[in-house]
């Protein structure tokens, strides 16, 4: 029985640091997509066959708005506290903040139109640069440096870093910053119900 609940929870351990491992390179394919659209446009005003343009700019919207989910998706994995505050597992200390943001980052094109306003297009970039720093820098300074201490310590004394930038490590930081983000979230969904209540028109139904 240990064994097999050892071997459970070995997995479980895997496939979370394989999650936080992946979602760098998902950050990045994300930021490349959404900032590859003035060449989209640029190729699309090239095309001279109409059908062929709306197939390559639906295609480029749904794997940009796609990823954006998928990266968001396994983000919020960071909010569950027997994840976050595991000792035993490695994760970025401001992996919440950086699903906080994201969500934001989410909320600002449900609210708006990234691709026609100029204005909602500059907030959902710097939102997502946001996020992908907050989470790519202690990742890889923290996460990934923790095996590279003693180097710290002999060129500057820097052997502190790795620790303080992973959350298990340091819970003095990290139960703030989570129940912070959790706020965070519970405000923006308020936010997002009392919009769509707004937005949402009733008509009643006619008597036949």
Known sequence: MNDQQALVQGTQYWLILSVAA????????????HFARPYVIRYLQGLTLRFGGDVWWLSYILM???LLVVTFALSAIFLFP?????????????????????????????????DDDLRTFRIVSVLLVVASMLYIIPQVYGVEAGD???SLNAIA?????????????NPSLSYPILNLSLVGFAATGAV?????M???KFEPAEMA
Request: glycine share 10%; aromatic share 12%.
């Open 22 to 33: 992946v979602l760098p390179i998902l950050w990045a394919f994300t930021l490349s997509l």
């Open 198 to 200: 707004r937005k949402t």
């Open 157 to 169: 004394n820097l052997g502190g870093i790795p620790g303080a930038l992973v959350s298990g490590a």
């Open 64 to 66: 940009r708005d796609g």
């Open 192 to 196: 997002i119900f009392l919009w769509f």
């Open 82 to 114: 027997n994840v976050y505050m595991s000792a035993d597992l490695g994760v970025p200390i401001t992996a919440p903040l950086a699903a906080l943001v994201l969500f934001w980052a989410l909320l600002a094109k449900l609210t708006g139109d990234s």
């Open 148 to 150: 590279q201490v003693d």
